[in-house]
């Protein structure tokens, strides 16, 4: 084992053992987590001014931020609802300060741009008795998250070192939340089991954003067996995956779970086309045993919930009987969007609009949970090209360099939550983010240089 990979493995033991014993912490001691949360803000924030964020440190720190968003939330760490979202943009606004954007950011730009008329809008159409301010607060972070990650992101060239640091960051506040919620219901069975998202398992938090970031994390600790080449580490993480991926399915929040399963396949499409004859048969056998795994997490979460969670994935009620809507809903509320657009094509409804727009056709007050026809509903024409610059520019983007493993996994994962949990957290607008980063290998860099050089 070389020095560098000895180091990088002892860093992820040391950042594991801290995190495990962190989510104990917080089960033993739940007031304490406004006072870590601060302390871990304040450290990450004179990191990146004394090192003026040579290392990428704020995107580090923005990592950390949205892999801990819904476990700050859940122990009622955060100080307001969006602190997360806000956390990330001050973040990543202090690491530009230092490093700048890349002059080919005009899209982006325009991207945010477009997003403001839509407040003028919803100012105009807003109930007398509306909350506008959260309204359009809580509508508008997500996208501007998205928009000012693209902005630190896109063509930034990152060393892969680097790189591993930012996903090792956006997965060990994971880590910390799974621990948690072991204690918290360290059993499925002395709990009633709700198959329409399971409370239970959750510790008493929403099943759809658990589900989400567990995906996450499942996601990135499979692929680690990729590209980590190292057996006690990846024994490690196999039992991570495990552990993860237990929690995750019994939410019985299935969009979350699948749009995980979706990235590990999207990661290994490319990364299997980018292997060369000798490392086929290793990343196969690799293949298999995730497979292995990922069969052995279904029996055994199967068991713990008495067939249960098979009815849920399958679209049927406890007693078997197919149910008629597999959206739980959300297709009425993507009907009311598309119809708030056929009426308003051009200005929109207005930002945040949305959930007074439902309540008046509807009769039910609930928040959008698909971006896209959000966009639509409340931006009109405009919508349509914010959606435009967000799908084509990564793609162009891809295609031109293609030296981004996991370009195809973070865009589905983006895609995928946006379609069934909109932006309610900081993770999918922040991993659109990633995709667009400029991975730097050094040792093929230095390799060669050499070669140019003894030419």
């Given at each position: 084992?070389?020095?560098?990979?000895?180091?990088?493995?002892?860093?992820?033991?040391?950042?594991?053992?801290?995190?495990?014993?962190?989510g104990?912490l917080?089960?033993?001691?739940?007031?304490l987590?406004?006072?870590?949360?601060?302390?871990?803000?304040?450290?990450?924030?004179?990191?990146?001014?004394?090192?003026?964020?040579?290392?990428?440190?704020?995107?580090?720190?923005?990592?950390?931020?949205?892999?801990?968003?819904?476990?700050?939330?859940?122990?009622?760490?955060?100080?307001?609802?969006?602190?997360?979202?806000y956390?990330?943009?001050?973040?990543?606004?202090?690491?530009?300060?230092?490093?700048?954007?890349?002059?080919?950011?005009?899209?982006?730009?325009?991207?945010?741009?477009?997003?403001?008329?839509?407040?003028?809008?919803?100012?105009?159409?807003?109930s007398?008795?509306?909350?506008?301010r959260?309204?359009?607060?809580?509508?508008?972070?997500g996208?501007?998250?998205?928009?000012?990650?693209?902005?630190y992101?896109?063509?930034?060239?990152?060393?892969?070192?680097?790189?591993?640091?930012?996903l090792?960051?956006?997965?060990?506040?994971?880590?910390?939340?799974?621990?948690?919620?072991?204690?918290?219901?360290?059993?499925?069975?002395?709990?009633?089991?709700?198959?329409?998202?399971?409370?239970?398992?959750?510790g008493?938090?929403?099943?759809?954003?658990?589900?989400?970031?567990?995906?996450?994390g499942?996601?990135?600790?499979?692929?680690?067996?990729?590209?980590?080449?190292?057996?006690?580490?990846?024994?490690?993480?196999?039992?991570?995956?495990?552990?993860?991926?237990?929690?995750?399915?019994?939410?019985?929040?299935?969009?979350?779970?699948i749009?995980?399963?979706?990235?590990?396949?999207?990661?290994?499409?490319?990364f299997?086309?980018?292997?060369?004859s000798?490392?086929?048969?290793?990343?196969?056998?690799?293949?298999?045993v995730?497979?292995?795994?990922?069969?052995?997490?279904w029996?055994?979460?199967?068991?713990?919930?008495?067939?249960?969670?098979?009815?849920?994935?399958?679209?049927?009620?406890?007693?078997?009987?197919?149910?008629?809507?597999?959206?739980?809903?959300?297709?009425?509320?993507?009907?009311?969007?598309?119809?708030?657009?056929?009426?308003?094509?051009?200005?929109?409804?207005?930002?945040?609009?949305?959930?007074?727009?439902?309540?008046?056709?509807?009769?039910?007050?609930?928040?959008?949970?698909?971006?896209?026809?959000?966009?639509?509903?409340?931006?009109?024409?405009?919508?349509?090209?914010?959606?435009s610059?967000?799908?084509?520019?990564?793609l162009?983007?891809?295609?031109?360099?293609?030296?981004?493993?996991?370009?195809?996994?973070?865009?589905?994962?983006?895609?995928?939550?946006?379609?069934?949990?909109?932006?309610?957290?900081?993770?999918?607008?922040?991993?659109?983010?990633?995709?667009?980063?400029?991975?730097?290998?050094?040792?093929?860099?230095?390799?060669?240089?050499?070669?140019?050089?003894?030419?």
């Open positions: 084992m070389s020095k560098e990979n000895y180091i990088n493995n002892q860093f992820y033991i040391r950042m594991l053992l801290i995190h495990l014993g962190y104990f917080i089960f033993l001691f739940p007031a987590s406004k006072i870590i949360l601060l302390l871990i803000m304040a450290s990450f924030l004179f990191v990146i001014l004394d090192r003026k964020n040579k290392g990428n440190e704020a995107l580090m720190a923005a990592a950390y931020i949205s892999g801990g968003e819904v476990f700050f939330r859940q122990t009622g760490a955060l100080f307001f609802w969006e602190t997360g979202k956390a990330v943009i001050i973040f990543l606004l202090v690491g530009m300060f230092f490093k700048g954007a890349s002059s080919k950011t005009v899209p982006y730009w325009l991207y945010l741009l477009i997003l403001f008329p839509g407040v003028l809008i919803a100012s105009f159409n807003f007398y008795d509306a909350e506008v959260k309204l359009i607060a809580f509508n508008l972070a996208p501007v998250c998205l928009g000012i990650s693209a902005l992101c896109y063509y930034k060239k990152i060393k892969r070192e680097d790189f591993q640091r930012v090792l960051m956006l997965l060990m506040p994971l880590v910390a939340q799974m621990t948690y919620l072991y204690f918290y219901t360290p059993s499925m069975e002395e709990v009633r089991i709700s198959l329409s998202g399971n409370y239970a398992a959750t008493g938090f929403g099943p759809n954003q658990i589900a989400t970031v567990f995906g996450m499942c996601f990135l600790l499979a692929t680690r067996l990729f590209t980590i080449k190292d057996k006690l580490i990846n024994l490690i993480d196999i039992a991570l995956l495990i552990l993860m991926g237990y929690r995750g399915i019994i939410t019985f929040s299935r969009g979350g779970i749009t995980g399963i979706a990235c590990i396949v999207a990661f290994l499409i490319f299997y086309y980018k292997q060369d000798k490392r086929i048969e290793g990343t196969n056998l690799r293949i298999v995730l497979i292995g795994i990922s069969t052995a997490i029996i055994f979460s199967s068991l713990e919930t008495r067939g249960l969670i098979g009815n849920r994935y399958s679209n049927r009620d406890a007693a078997g009987q197919l149910k008629e809507d597999i959206t739980t809903g959300r297709t009425e509320l993507i009907t009311t969007e598309l119809t708030a657009f056929y009426k308003h094509p051009i200005t929109g409804i207005g930002v945040g609009k949305g959930i007074e727009y439902r309540e008046e056709n509807l009769g039910i007050k609930i928040a959008s949970h698909n971006e896209i026809s959000r966009l639509l509903a409340e931006h009109g024409v405009l919508g349509i090209f914010a959606l610059i967000l799908i084509f520019v990564p162009i983007f891809w295609f031109k360099f293609q030296n981004n493993y996991y370009f195809l996994a973070f865009v589905t994962f983006w895609f995928l939550t946006i379609n069934h949990s909109a932006m309610r957290i900081a993770m999918p607008a922040f991993v659109y983010g990633l995709a667009l980063l400029y991975i730097v290998d050094e040792k093929k860099n230095t390799v060669h240089r050499k070669r140019l050089t003894g030419q």
